[in-house]
């Protein structure tokens, strides 16, 4: 079993900036990769981006060059940073954990609004 806890959601100006943190506590050992999601109100949970084990990482083109997704190892924690941030970036963002059996775990999500 894998517990996810986001944080760092809130309001903020189009222009402004966030920083999401998901930490993960439980059988973390097993997961093979984390990522963020986000689901905005009458649309379908989509993929933000995810970083993998070894660090890899992948990205929705409508983030490329403004959301980056890090994560400490030693504190079992993932973050999103995310710039530049704009209208449509606003979403309940979910924090997702899959293991290495394709297991996925989410956590409660965290509500991101920007105001134009």
């Known amino acids: 079993q894998v517990q996810l806890v986001e944080s760092g959601g809130g309001l903020v100006q189009a222009g402004g900036s966030l920083r999401l943190s998901c930490a993960a506590s439980g059988s973390s050992a097993s997961i093979r990769r984390m990522a963020w999601y986000r689901q905005a109100p009458g649309k379908q949970r989509e993929l933000v981006a995810l970083i993998t084990r070894s660090g890899l990482t992948n990205y929705v083109d409508s983030v490329k060059g403004r959301f980056a997704i890090s994560r400490d190892n030693a504190k079992n924690t993932v973050y999103l940073q995310m710039n530049s941030l704009k209208f449509e970036d606003t979403a309940v963002y979910f924090c997702?954990?899959?293991?290495?059996?394709?297991?996925?775990?989410w956590g409660q999500g965290t509500q991101v609004t920007v105001s134009s």
């Open positions: 997702n954990a899959q293991e290495l059996t394709g297991y996925n775990y």
